[in-house]
Every structure is written in C-alpha cells, then in structure tokens.
C-alpha cells in the first residue's frame, strides 16, 4: 500500500478517533492484543508505507507490505491479525506487520521525508540524492529514507511524466530533470490520493502495466530495474536513457 492509500485509510477512520477498545484479538504475536483493551485511540497518522494507530503512551505501527489489508465495520473470511472492537462498530488488520512503539513518534518518524507530509521538504530530498551518484532513479524514487510513501506504482508514472527512463543514474540525471523527479513525486502522489478516493486510479495509469505507449503508440518495455529489482514499465523511445 503506497502513502496516498494510507492517507484515505487515515481518513476513514476519523470516526473512530478517541474511542475505547472494548475488546481485542489477533493473530499477532508481536503484541499482546488483549492489552490494548480498556484504550482509547488518540489519533491516526500515517508515515510513508506506516500506518499508525496512536494512544496516549504508545502507538502501534502496522505495515501492510505486499498482501496487507483492512476492513472498516465487517469481516473478511481469514482470521485477523488484529482485530480491534468498539462499543459502535470495528476495525479489522489482515496480513500485517504490527509493531509497538513506545517512543514518542515525532522523534522515531522524520515528516520531512513523507512526501504526503505538509512538512514534507523536497530540498532535503535532493541533498540525500546527489550523495547516491551510482543509484538509478527507480531505486532512489522507492528509497523510502528519501520519498517515504513512493511504491511501484508512483515510481512508474511519475518517470513516465518525466520522460526518463527507469535505469538512468542520479550522476547522469540532468539537474532539471532531478528537480521534475522531485516535484512530481509529490504531485503525482496527491493525484493517486485524488484518484484512488474516487476509485478511478487504474483508469489514470498512463504507462504502469499498459502495453502502449499513451504518446507514441510504440510497445511498452517490461523489465525489473536496478538493485530493487521491482517491476518497471517504460517506453525506449519517449523515455531518454542519460548517459
Ligand atoms: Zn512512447
């Protein structure tokens, strides 16, 4: 799950915002579940791909990694991982990571590095960039200590706006195009956020898992690139390779 999916979870559950657990249960074993019974939630932030549920002494970080999901009021058929209940309704976490944190979150997370954050700072982002000269640009955009948030999908749209192609290098990367890298990753995450509220994501993809080019017509490269080795979608001819 990217930021901007974490940031519309964030808000759905506004209404669950200083409740008190009732009961509590899980498959988790990295916390107890039935401790958090007796609670009551604080808040909800997200920080780049963490989702955390806060309370006034500790807060809990769920990560969703590759098959994570949730459900708001209603049950899926797995058991949960964690499933927390409220006099008025529930919340449900499936295949996740769930940590407890007892520090205090501000001095764990750097806002300025989540690219959803109003804190977010993109002239700190470039100082961390150019000291990775060898590192290609699809590796550096899912580097979550520099664009917390980024995932797959954000890197390949936001390199097809750009028109550079997966694996040129930050040394070869002219300085214009690093500023549109940066820039757009906090742009096209906010259009992922607007689209994915509406349910009309996919239909925006211009180059992530398409086949063709939306610009030139000519066939959509498939290719796991850099060290991350995750999937990138690109096209030879409208994407420039710098050298
Ligand atoms: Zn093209």
Not at 107 to 136: C, G, Q
Request: with cysteine.
């Amino acid at each position: 799950m990217e930021g901007p999916s974490l940031l519309i979870l964030k808000e759905s559950l506004r209404s669950f915002k200083r409740k008190k657990i009732v009961d509590a249960s899980g498959t988790t074993t990295k916390i107890d579940p039935t401790k958090l019974i007796g609670e009551r939630i604080s808040d909800f932030k997200s920080f780049g791909k963490h989702f955390l549920i806060v309370f006034k002494a500790f807060s809990l970080r769920i990560h969703f990694l590759m098959f994570g999901s949730y459900r708001i009021n209603e049950q899926k058929d797995a058991t949960a991982r964690l499933h927390l209940k409220f006099e008025k309704g529930e919340l449900n976490f499936y295949t996740c990571s769930i940590v407890r944190i007892d520090e205090d979150i501000d001095e764990v997370y750097d806002w300025s590095t989540d690219v959803m954050s109003e804190l977010w700072n993109p002239v700190k982002a470039r100082r961390k960039i150019r000291k990775l000269p060898d590192a290609t640009v699809s590796d550096v955009l899912l580097d979550q200590t520099i664009f917390a948030g980024v995932g797959n999908i954000i890197k390949n749209e936001v390199l097809f706006r750009i028109r550079v192609h997966p694996e040129t290098t930050i040394q070869a990367l002219p300085p214009r195009k690093l500023t549109a890298l940066i820039n757009e990753a906090r742009n096209y995450s906010f259009d992922f956020y607007k689209w994915k509220k509406v349910f009309q994501l996919r239909k925006h993809w211009l180059i992530y898992t398409k086949r063709k080019c939306p610009e030139c017509k000519g066939v959509v490269t498939k290719k796991y690139t850099g060290r991350t080795l995750r999937r990138s979608f690109f096209c030879e001819h409208c994407q420039v390779l710098f050298e």
